[in-house]
């Protein structure tokens, strides 16, 4: 074993998997540091939630070795891997929507409980205090609360553990654009706590805003592998396709990483149009419907006036001739 590989906390070598006759999975190769985020990118199709799954230890391996903190664990089952110090997000959360946000923690303490009860009462402690919000609905049912809050429950879930490595497969998948913001805030204050972490995301710029190193997988093969601020973006482009790059956010993650400025790119916003004080204070316009109505009323009012004039005459030679007799 190289001394490279004697510093990786997982190693994947040359892993083949499939369903049936279908191989999906061909010799896939990568490591993983401790405290690293790797990142697994690639198009839909690729392979990606079939690594992770054999990571975890639900899709067996044909071929190949996954070791774990030095240790084989090819053949472990998934549970032999949490216990060992594996914690998985899978894709779509699949919280437990009959059970409450505690109920959904403490099924995810399973195997900590089982090795010291003593244990899980610190643990649950320390997951309250990182995320407030899932105490405060610590008795409501996981099925009735928003996506972001299931996806924070579904992390949760997963270092309630306490693990050395968890996999997170897909966490935006599903949530408005605020909400991913929400849950990748947590997914960084997660990682500023030493977890190592293995991200599948198919938001290409989210992804690069977190990661540490990029596993681009095509067809069940690695195809390129390598901290991120190293991407060459004509690969990235050929790999995930033009149109990722084109976008303006996944540039701008990129650049940042490469080495930008290192601030967000922001579009300069427009300057208030100023209103004078004139404008302000001039009177509207009439609509022109209004203004036919008062023309025709002001005619009206001429009509009658000089209808009246035209009368007077004939009035005061009456008023004379009555004098007179």
């Known amino acids: 074993m190289t001394a490279a590989s004697a510093e990786a906390l997982l190693t994947i070598d040359g892993v083949d998997t499939g369903f049936g006759s279908s191989q999906v999975l061909h010799g896939v190769s990568l490591e993983v540091r401790e405290g690293e985020i790797a990142g697994i990118l690639g198009l839909n199709g690729a392979g990606k939630s079939v690594l992770m799954k054999v990571i975890a230890g639900v899709q067996p391996a044909w071929a190949g070795t996954v070791r774990f903190a030095g240790t ?7 549970e032999a891997r949490v216990a060992a110090g594996m914690g998985n997000v899978p894709q779509g ?9 505690e109920e959904n923690l403490r ?18 402690a320390s997951v309250w205090e990182r995320f407030p919000k899932l105490y405060e609905r610590r008795t409501q049912l ?21 693990p050395k490595l968890i996999l997170v497969d897909e966490p935006s998948a599903g949530l408005a654009p605020l ?18 972490m293995v991200l599948v995301e198919q938001n ?32 990235l482009a050929a790999r995930l396709g033009i149109g990722r790059l084109l976008s303006a956010t996944t540039s701008a993650a990129l650049q940042k990483r490469v080495g930008g400025s290192g601030a967000r790119s922001v579009s300069p916003k427009k300057p208030p149009v100023k209103i004078s004080a004139a404008k302000k204070s001039a009177p509207k316009k009439a609509v022109p419907k209004k203004a036919a109505a008062k023309k025709a009323a002001v005619k009206k009012t001429a009509v009658k006036k000089a209808a009246v004039k035209k009368s007077s005459p004939k009035k005061a030679a009456a008023k004379k001739t009555a004098a007179k007799k």
């Open 142 to 162: 996981a099925g009735t609360m928003s996506g972001g809050e299931q996806s924070a429950l579904a992390v949760a879930r997963a270092l309630v553990n306490e």
């Open 93 to 101: 959360r699949q919280v437990f929507p009959d059970l409450t946000v």
């Open 204 to 235: 290409v710029a989210a992804a690069l805003r977190l990661v540490d190193t990029v596993h681009l997988l095509q067809t069940g093969r690695v195809v390129s592998s390598g901290p991120v601020g190293e991407l060459d973006r004509s690969m």
């Open 179 to 196: 909400i991913v913001e929400d849950v990748f805030a947590t997914l960084r204050e997660v990682a500023a706590t030493g977890v190592t």
């Open 107 to 124: 099924l995810g303490a399973y195997t900590m409980r089982r090795r010291s009860k003593a244990a899980y009462g610190p643990a649950l």
């Open 72 to 78: 084989d664990i090819t053949k472990l089952p998934a």
